[in-house]
């Protein structure tokens, strides 16, 4: 039986398929930290979310 070669279609999937899978593991080991970065104390956020007037108001408008 004669082999046959991949369609351009299919050579297309499969690098996309892998490309993919190459972004998700390099986003994946981005986020690990080393044991520097973990021994080191984390600074508190002065930014936040803050419950002020203006929210309080759209909560109001929110209501039912």
């Excluded at 046959?4 to 593991?25: E, Q």
């Excluded at 936040?48 to 203006?54: I, K, P, V």
């Amino acid at each position: 039986m004669k082999a046959m070669k991949p369609s351009t279609r299919r050579k297309f999937l499969l690098a996309a398929s892998l490309g993919s899978a190459g972004a998700v593991a390099a986003a994946a080991t981005k986020g690990v930290a080393t044991c520097d970065e973990a021994s080191k104390p984390k600074a508190a956020q002065a930014d936040g979310y803050r419950l002020s007037e203006h929210i309080q108001k759209y909560y109001k408008t929110t209501e039912v």
